[in-house]
């Protein structure tokens, strides 16, 4: 055996402890009970005690399958760990005991005195059978297991250690140092919780062969584009730290600490100190919460019966009640098998049910609620012949289990006019009967309405949220044609109906006096009423050149169409996700690809659109006289609305950057910009500042924000864990996004890059029997996740289209209560 020496570490003799462990072991053994007589030794090793006599014990093991020196990192390692365990509360500190004999692995009386080993190893074949099944019996006894970097090469024929480690390296890893920096995604486990979100530091990163994340807990990630991760990368999600309850017992692995200097920084000895806590039962966390077998997808409803919609419409939103009841409405469209009209001279043309159903997880039974008559039910065809109109959202008041108030936006059928071709929004209260899920469709109060055009798809937005001051946002789309621009900014003043411009969303979504292409918000009043809330971007009394109006109403301008937004009641911020154009190629002519976007909104604000998109890219002018030509790149900080359809201000306000936008191309494509600011657009010189996003045939779908309530338990809840992140997500499935993100608060209302996202498509399942064409998400009362899948038509229902929840199923933080670790008597 090889005795440690070192001048700041005396030698003492490891004593044994008695038989008194219990059947599960260290469960309730030594670090729980007085200290018994010690046992002649077997060997001497290092030892360092706190003076106080802690009864917790921490076992370091730095044996090496090649002879030679003691490698500066071990010995830099063992000091490190020895005055973690000196400092802090003194019910957590622990004994510290260092040895390279792998014999102590052979002796359960010995091993068992311990509550966590340590792996401070150069790797290679370092225990042999005998000695590994003694690990793991200790394991499986309740231990805690920590292992350090370069303990990921040790035992590199063993199955069962790969699975106590997590991963492995990857043969062709890069070996020098380089500052990179950390993306520490877990804020509550003790190893991570006091850590910056973007932790910069220099080490050596591995690869791995197999990314670990979803079958261990990965607390944090290394970024790879702020280093070399050479070919044998892992790709935007290259897990470094991460835990899990492990065979019985607890296991942490951290791929940082292979430096010296690593042992020497306050931040890295936090995380090392946060790790042994946990393992050795000092401190319980959560090292499940993101391992994919802990979470459980069941589809809630059953297709329809043929030709009815008696179980869902085509899905376009939900809404969760204080008692659980999920509100979920279809827009218009019909069973396939039903007639679809399209002719204007009928005066059924586009005629839709607008169905709203409530799913009740008590009896698990679905009622059909009501239905309205709205202008939806038409689909397919070109872009003169189909519609996004309909039923677009629900809300429930904030009293609703005391009024049975339901909020809906909608497109009702008995405002169109056939020859002008356009129709009416409305905004609408009505009345439920809380004791038989049935809506009464004559209490309805019509709050606000508007105009908007049907001659031409599309954008209708249509989600709503409230606030915590009893504020209602409604969101709109941009009422414009996808065509006439080539997929760039809907700007082209030409094409009309009648007069009304359907190709220019300079008309809607860029007009201070129009309502589409906006974020509304307004405070509904009790008679049916509503009043406006101070700090909208507009009065509705501003006059400018040209005799401009406004509306006061909007709260965001230049949204194109956002389908779902969101209001995180603790902050009263706003989240919101809207779709893009439709070009596939960024264009040095016109400017940037589809960019779909998704915003942190803290304040009232013009988004750009059809001005700019993502990051302040402008669009290139086309006005009149001939909108084929370019004129000048926008202006994002003094955008003018010059379009002759606009009614409102010439001045607008300054275009405020998004956070999230993704293109065909991959996540947050930027470019070199010229001295005026205006990007190059060009593939070859793009960078992608979000690597974990990219797009294709994208449709954005905005989540909630996660706030766990301790006070909800045995429902399925979502752990602690996700409290606070922001959920985006795709329609589509495929390279599309389905994550949850963190922000910084300090940047993320100026449009500030997420500073962490982890990938949720092994938990909200993908795939053409899961969750394949997302359309809403939000979080029930009980703390599961309700989701709609859309189905695999188009303005339809089908035998896909579905309601799902999505559940929690792995139980609490680790240790129990009863099995941390007590100081001794």
């Given at each position: 055996?090889?005795?440690r020496?070192?001048s700041?570490?005396?030698?003492?003799?490891?004593?044994?402890?008695?038989a008194?462990?219990?059947?599960?072991?260290?469960?309730?053994?030594?670090?729980a009970?007085?200290?018994?007589?010690?046992?002649?030794?077997?060997t001497?090793?290092?030892?360092?005690?706190?003076p106080?006599?802690?009864?917790?014990?921490?076992?370091?093991?730095?044996?090496?399958?090649?002879?030679?020196?003691?490698?500066?990192?071990?010995?830099?390692?063992?000091?490190?760990?020895e005055?973690?365990?000196?400092?802090?509360?003194?019910?957590?500190?622990?004994?510290?005991?260092?040895?390279?004999?792998?014999?102590?692995?052979?002796?359960d009386?010995?091993?068992?005195?311990?509550?966590?080993?340590?792996f401070l190893?150069?790797?290679?074949?370092?225990?042999?059978?005998?000695?590994?099944a003694?690990?793991e019996?200790?394991?499986?006894?309740?231990g805690?297991?920590v292992?350090i970097h370069?303990?990921a090469?040790?035992?590199?024929?063993?199955?069962?250690?790969?699975?106590l480690?997590?991963?492995?390296?990857?043969?062709?890893?890069?070996?020098?140092?380089?500052?990179?920096?950390?993306?520490?995604?877990?804020?509550?486990?003790?190893?991570?919780?006091?850590?910056?979100?973007?932790w910069?530091?220099?080490?050596?990163?591995?690869?791995?062969?197999k990314n670990?994340?979803?079958?261990?807990?990965?607390?944090?990630?290394?970024?790879?584009s702020?280093?070399?991760?050479?070919?044998?990368?892992?790709?935007?999600?290259?897990?470094v730290?991460?835990?899990?309850?492990?065979?019985?017992?607890?296991?942490?692995?951290?791929g940082?600490?292979?430096t010296?200097?690593?042992?020497d920084?306050?931040?890295?000895?936090?995380?090392l100190?946060?790790?042994?806590l946990?393992?050795?039962?000092?401190?319980?966390?959560?090292?499940?919460?993101?391992?994919?077998?802990?979470?459980?997808?069941?589809?809630?409803?059953?297709?329809?019966?043929?030709?009815?919609?008696?179980q869902?419409?085509?899905?376009h939103?939900?809404?969760?009640?204080p008692?659980?009841?999920?509100?979920?409405i279809?827009r218009?469209?019909?069973?396939?098998?039903?007639?679809?009209?399209?002719?204007?001279?009928?005066?059924?043309?586009?005629?839709?049910?607008?169905?709203i159903h409530?799913?009740?997880?008590?009896?698990?039974?679905?009622t059909?609620?009501?239905a309205?008559?709205?202008?939806?039910?038409?689909?397919?065809?070109?872009?003169?012949?189909?519609?996004?109109?309909?039923?677009?959202?629900?809300?429930?008041?904030?009293?609703?289990?005391?009024?049975?108030?339901?909020?809906?936006?909608?497109?009702?059928?008995?405002?169109?006019?056939?020859?002008?071709?356009?129709?009416?929004?409305?905004?609408?209260?009505?009345?439920l009967?809380?004791?038989t899920?049935?809506?009464d469709?004559?209490?309805?109060k019509?709050?606000?309405?508007?105009?908007?055009?049907?001659?031409?798809c599309?954008?209708?937005?249509?989600?709503?949220?409230w606030?915590?001051?009893?504020?209602?946002?409604?969101?709109?789309?941009?009422?414009n044609?996808?065509?006439?621009?080539?997929?760039?900014?809907?700007?082209?003043?030409?094409?009309?109906?009648?007069g009304?411009?359907?190709?220019?969303?300079?008309?809607?979504?860029?007009?201070?006096?129009?309502?589409?292409g906006?974020?509304?918000?307004?405070?509904?009043?009790?008679?049916?009423t509503?009043?406006?809330?101070?700090?909208?971007?507009?009065?509705?009394?501003?006059?400018?050149?040209?005799?401009g109006?406004?509306?006061?109403?909007?709260y965001?301008?230049?949204?194109?169409?956002p389908?779902?937004i969101f209001?995180?009641?603790?902050?009263?911020?706003l989240?919101a996700?809207?779709?893009g154009?439709?070009?596939?190629?960024?264009?040095?002519?016109?400017?940037?690809?589809?960019?779909?976007?998704?915003?942190?909104?803290?304040?009232?604000s013009?988004?750009?659109?059809?001005?700019?998109?993502?990051?302040?890219?402008?669009?290139?002018?086309?006005?009149?006289?001939?909108?084929?030509?370019?004129?000048?790149?926008?202006?994002?900080?003094?955008?003018?609305?010059?379009?002759?359809?606009n009614?409102?201000?010439?001045?607008?306000p300054?275009?405020?950057?998004n956070?999230?936008?993704?293109?065909p191309q991959?996540?947050?494509?930027?470019f070199?910009?010229?001295?005026?600011?205006?990007?190059?657009?060009?593939?070859?010189?793009?960078?992608?500042?979000?690597?974990w996003?990219?797009?294709?045939?994208?449709?954005?779908m905005?989540?909630?924000?996660?706030?766990?309530?301790?006070?909800?338990?045995?429902?399925?809840?979502?752990?602690?864990?996700?409290d606070g992140?922001?959920?985006?997500?795709?329609?589509?499935?495929?390279?599309q996004p389905?994550?949850?993100?963190?922000t910084d608060?300090?940047?993320?209302?100026?449009?500030?890059?997420p500073v962490?996202?982890?990938?949720?498509k092994?938990?909200?399942?993908i795939?053409?029997?899961?969750?394949?064409?997302?359309?809403?998400?939000?979080?029930?009362?009980?703390?599961?996740?309700?989701?709609?899948?859309?189905?695999?038509?188009?303005?339809?229902?089908?035998?896909?289209s579905?309601?799902?929840?999505?559940?929690?199923t792995?139980g609490?933080?680790?240790?129990a209560?009863?099995?941390?670790?007590?100081?001794a008597?």
């Amino acid at each position: 055996m090889h005795l440690r020496r070192l001048s700041t570490r005396r030698r003492a003799c490891v004593a044994g402890v008695t038989a008194g462990i219990v059947a599960a072991g260290l469960l309730s053994g030594p670090a729980a009970s007085a200290r018994p007589a010690p046992e002649p030794p077997l060997t001497t090793m290092s030892i360092k005690s706190p003076p106080g006599g802690a009864s917790a014990r921490v076992l370091i093991f730095y044996g090496s399958a090649a002879a030679g020196e003691e490698s500066p990192v071990v010995n830099a390692g063992i000091e490190t760990i020895e005055k973690i365990g000196l400092t802090g509360p003194t019910d957590q500190q622990f004994e510290v005991v260092a040895t390279d004999d792998a014999s102590v692995f052979t002796n359960d009386t010995r091993l068992s005195r311990f509550n966590a080993v340590v792996f401070l190893t150069g790797g290679g074949d370092v225990l042999d059978p005998e000695q590994e099944a003694g690990l793991e019996a200790y394991m499986e006894a309740g231990g805690g297991f920590v292992g350090i970097h370069d303990a990921a090469r040790a035992e590199p024929y063993s199955d069962w250690f790969t699975g106590l480690i997590g991963a492995r390296p990857a043969a062709s890893s890069p070996t020098a140092v380089q500052r990179a920096t950390v993306e520490v995604g877990d804020r509550r486990h003790p190893a991570t919780k006091d850590l910056p979100v973007q932790w910069k530091r220099p080490d050596q990163w591995f690869n791995w062969v197999k990314n670990p994340s979803g079958d261990v807990h990965t607390v944090a990630r290394v970024r790879e584009s702020t280093y070399q991760p050479g070919e044998s990368k892992n790709g935007w999600d290259h897990p470094v730290s991460w835990c899990r309850d492990y065979d019985g017992g607890r296991s942490f692995y951290t791929g940082m600490g292979g430096t010296v200097s690593s042992f020497d920084e306050t931040e890295f000895r936090s995380h090392l100190r946060g790790a042994l806590l946990w393992t050795s039962r000092l401190a319980q966390a959560d090292c499940k919460a993101t391992i994919n077998a802990n979470y459980k997808a069941e589809r809630l409803t059953q297709p329809n019966q043929p030709g009815q919609n008696d179980q869902i419409g085509e899905p376009h939103g939900l809404v969760t009640a204080p008692d659980g009841r999920v509100f979920y409405i279809g827009r218009g469209g019909a069973d396939s098998s039903q007639p679809v009209i399209t002719d204007w001279n009928n005066p059924d043309i586009g005629k839709g049910k607008g169905e709203i159903h409530v799913y009740d997880p008590k009896t698990k039974k679905v009622t059909l609620a009501g239905a309205l008559s709205v202008f939806g039910n038409k689909g397919g065809g070109d872009e003169l012949t189909k519609v996004e109109e309909g039923l677009l959202g629900i809300e429930l008041d904030p009293r609703f289990e005391d009024n049975g108030w339901v909020y809906l936006h909608y497109t009702p059928h008995s405002r169109i006019n056939r020859d002008t071709r356009m129709a009416e929004r409305y905004v609408s209260r009505f009345t439920l009967d809380l004791a038989t899920n049935k809506l009464d469709l004559n209490s309805e109060k019509v709050l606000l309405k508007w105009p908007v055009q049907i001659h031409s798809c599309c954008h209708s937005g249509g989600g709503m949220a409230w606030d915590s001051q009893g504020n209602l946002y409604i969101a709109t789309g941009d009422n414009n044609s996808s065509g006439f621009t080539g997929g760039y900014s809907g700007n082209n003043p030409e094409p009309n109906y009648k007069g009304v411009s359907f190709a220019d969303a300079r008309r809607t979504a860029g007009n201070t006096n129009n309502l589409n292409g906006k974020i509304l918000r307004i405070h509904p009043e009790p008679d049916g009423t509503y009043t406006l809330p101070d700090g909208n971007l507009f009065t509705g009394k501003e006059t400018a050149e040209g005799g401009g109006k406004t509306r006061g109403e909007i709260y965001v301008m230049g949204v194109r169409n956002p389908a779902r937004i969101f209001v995180d009641k603790s902050t009263d911020t706003l989240y919101a996700g809207w779709v893009g154009p439709d070009a596939s190629q960024p264009s040095t002519t016109w400017g940037p690809a589809k960019y779909d976007t998704f915003a942190v909104i803290t304040k009232a604000s013009n988004r750009g659109w059809p001005y700019c998109m993502g990051n302040k890219q402008p669009y290139r002018d086309r006005n009149l006289p001939d909108p084929t030509k370019p004129l000048g790149w926008y202006d994002c900080g003094h955008p003018k609305n010059e379009s002759p359809n606009n009614d409102g201000l010439v001045n607008l306000p300054p275009v405020t950057g998004n956070n999230i936008w993704y293109s065909p191309q991959g996540g947050a494509p930027d470019f070199p910009r010229d001295a005026s600011g205006v990007p190059s657009y060009k593939n070859e010189e793009a960078t992608y500042k979000l690597p974990w996003l990219k797009g294709g045939g994208q449709a954005a779908m905005n989540g909630p924000v996660y706030r766990y309530d301790a006070s909800v338990t045995d429902s399925g809840q979502w752990p602690a864990y996700w409290d606070g992140k922001w959920f985006v997500g795709d329609f589509y499935d495929a390279d599309q996004p389905r994550n949850a993100v963190v922000t910084d608060p300090k940047t993320h209302g100026d449009g500030g890059l997420p500073v962490h996202s982890e990938s949720l498509k092994k938990i909200v399942p993908i795939g053409n029997d899961g969750i394949k064409n997302l359309m809403d998400w939000k979080f029930g009362p009980d703390g599961s996740l309700y989701v709609l899948d859309y189905g695999r038509g188009f303005f339809t229902s089908d035998a896909k289209s579905a309601l799902w929840r999505v559940t929690y199923t792995g139980g609490g933080p680790t240790p129990a209560a009863g099995q941390l670790a007590r100081k001794a008597e």
